[in-house]
């Protein structure tokens, strides 16, 4: 059964179109990420799906139902914002409830529910605080915690982990894919990292300017981008674009070759001045400027001892390069 | 502040400027008050002196409480300035939340129409006021002056609370949405709360001038029955006599619900936004 299906929405402010021909499935218990950058729609698209914004025309199916004029509480979902967006009058476990008592659900399944929650995300400890005496890691949990006591059909994610520090992201991340596993419920999440993107996502939908530029595996994008725009914004560092690359591209093309693929060897076919190095311990970065004066990124696995200013010479397979054409399609 | 940032000369100078406009803003209310307790003629021998066993008279009091209906007025102040501000904070926020989180066609005409008001006078208009409230029969009653201020206080109460209401979370409004919460409930449990500095700057700003005014009272209510404490005071104050006792004793008396009122919100207005669920 599909658990959402997006048939042409289109959405405009005023004359400004945000979200143009979307159409979109995403399967029961597959999990989803919108990811793009700033500014591209995404968080709309979410808003769409949300009800929290209507779409100028298209469908909206949630569970098979259109859900187009129902309002967002009816609607099945629950969603996690970057903001947290807790309520700061209620105590952790009142905010948890909340949506099941404006559902009218009995006492005791309100209780049981949010028990539950609170086991599962260890804040038993704090059931009873209010939301001001948590830290930021706290807060997004009773957040999660508050979308999963409604058992929604479709969980939203909006930027959950945007707030964290670095150590505490990669923490929730880690429980978020945890908790997808364990509830194998379909879930949507949007974000601009692609690191979040590539390491929860069973499906990733590339969107640029309000369209959707390709949907796939995290693999398949990352192996067969399907323009220039999703061959760079996948992978990290980014991919390197090479307008007089060693081999032939069509007029204004480029070639596309990720870091990790560029090797040193003395007699490659591409030469360059090192420019900067990142020495990260586990990987090295180059930043090479070649000899057609385009920068380029290398990335070395291991440490390496290559010093700024030297002269260098890398190769790359063939088969690992990608063409575009003058538009950022890619040539195959 | 921190001691490496404190410099010693600074903050003298600053609890010096302080400390001289306090002396200067307390200074009429504590020649109005210690005069209220002197014998008349204590009052213009020696304004500046403190009542002592000779001069200390309590007849301003007694006057004030003996004639007219002073704690009906007292009570007609109260139920003006206290229905004014409900209704101005009522509408006036309800109208911010409005411009604040709505998109509809008009919105920024329609805020910059209702803040029009806070450039013309309300008293520009007083005959037509009373034209219109001897139309509706609302003259000589405690409503005619209600709705009078609320009109008066609501431009610059949607003004200062849409400012705020913007700087609310949306995220916060939409979890309430997904929550299954009505709109009305959002606007009262989740928005209110978190503007209530707003509020309180809002009804600070508007209490003293309502409860001071003598304008109003003395063309839309000028009835005994409805007479606001400022209009009631005037019957001390005569074209040849004027009895300073009465006028002190009243004046004296007619500050303390004001300061209560301001206490009240005031703990509010430094209180500040105490929330920390969002960021």
Not at chain 1, 185 to 199: G, P, R
Not at chain 1, 231 to 254: C, E, K, R, Y
Not at chain 2, 7 to 31: Q, R, S
Not at chain 2, 170 to 196: C, H, M, N, T
């Amino acid at each position: 059964m599909t658990a959402l299906t997006l048939s042409n929405i289109h959405k405009s402010f005023g004359k400004v179109e945000v979200l143009s021909d979307v159409s979109l499935t995403v399967e029961e218990g597959e999990f989803v990420v919108f990811v793009g950058p700033s500014g591209c729609g995404k968080s709309t698209l979410l808003r769409v799906i949300a009800g929290l914004e209507d779409a100028t025309s298209g469908t909206v199916e949630i569970g098979g139902e259109i859900v187009n004029s129902t309002p967002p509480a009816k609607r099945g979902i629950a969603m996690v914002f970057q903001s947290y967006a807790l309520y700061p009058h209620l105590t952790v476990r009142d905010n948890m409830g909340l949506g099941l008592k404006q559902e009218k659900q009995p006492k005791s399944v309100i209780k049981e529910r949010v028990d539950a929650a609170v086991q599962m995300l260890d804040l038993a400890s704090y059931a009873d605080r209010h939301p001001s005496d948590l830290s930021g890691g706290q807060r997004q949990r009773v957040a999660i915690g508050r979308a999963i006591v409604r058992q929604p059909k479709l969980f939203l994610f909006d930027e959950p982990l945007s707030n964290l520090d670095a150590a505490l992201r990669m923490n929730t991340r880690i429980e978020i894919a945890a908790l997808h596993r364990k509830l194998s419920a379909s879930m949507i999440y949007v974000t601009h990292d692609q690191t979040e993107a590539m390491t929860l996502a069973d499906k990733i939908v590339v969107l640029r300017d309000g369209r959707v530029e390709q949907v796939g595996s995290p693999m398949e994008l990352y192996n067969n981008p399907a323009n220039r725009f999703v061959a760079g914004f996948l992978g990290a560092p980014a991919m390197n674009f090479l307008a007089h690359g060693p081999l032939p591209v069509a007029d204004g093309g480029t070639l596309g070759i990720r870091p990790e693929h560029l090797r040193l060897t003395p007699e490659g076919r591409l030469t360059g001045t090192v420019t900067h190095v990142e020495r990260l311990g586990g990987d090295t970065n180059l930043l090479v400027r070649t000899e057609a004066n385009e920068a380029i990124t290398v990335r070395l696995f291991g440490q390496d001892s290559t010093e700024v200013g030297a002269t260098i010479a890398l190769d790359f397979d063939d088969h690992a390069a990608f063409r575009f054409d003058l538009q950022g399609q890619r040539l195959r | 502040m921190s001691a490496a940032r404190q410099n010693p000369f600074n903050t003298v100078a600053a609890h010096a400027a302080l400390l001289i406009y306090t002396l200067i803003a307390l200074f009429p209310v504590f020649v109005i008050v210690i005069n209220s307790f002197k014998s008349r003629r204590a009052i213009f021998r020696e304004p500046l002196a403190l009542p002592d066993a000779e001069s200390f008279s309590l007849i301003g009091y007694q006057t004030v409480l003996k004639q007219g209906d002073f704690f009906l007025y007292f009570q007609n102040s109260l139920i003006v300035t206290v229905g004014s501000l409900f209704f101005i904070l009522l509408f006036g926020a309800m109208a911010a939340f409005a411009l604040a989180e709505y998109r509809f066609r008009g919105n920024t005409l329609m805020g910059l129409y209702l803040a029009l008001g806070i450039m013309i006078p309300i008293r520009i208009g007083t005959v037509a006021i009373l034209e219109m409230m001897v139309q509706t029969g609302l003259v000589n009653t405690l409503w005619a002056l209600i709705l009078v201020y609320t009109a008066q206080g609501l431009p610059l109460a949607v003004f200062i609370m849409s400012e705020f209401m913007r700087q609310v979370s949306d995220d916060l409004k939409d979890a309430g949405r997904i929550d299954g919460l009505s709109e009305y409930r959002i606007f009262f449990r989740l928005v209110l709360p978190l503007v209530r500095p707003a509020m309180a700057t809002v009804a600070v700003f508007n209490m003293i001038p309502i409860w001071n005014d003598l304008w109003f009272p003395l063309i839309l209510a000028p009835a005994e029955e409805v007479k606001t404490l400022t209009l009631g005071s005037q019957v001390f104050i005569g074209q040849f006599v004027t009895d300073w006792n009465a006028v002190l004793s009243a004046l004296s008396l007619a500050i303390l619900p004001v300061m209560v009122l301001y206490v009240i919100f005031s703990r509010q207005l430094i209180r500040g936004l105490t929330s920390g669920a969002v960021k």
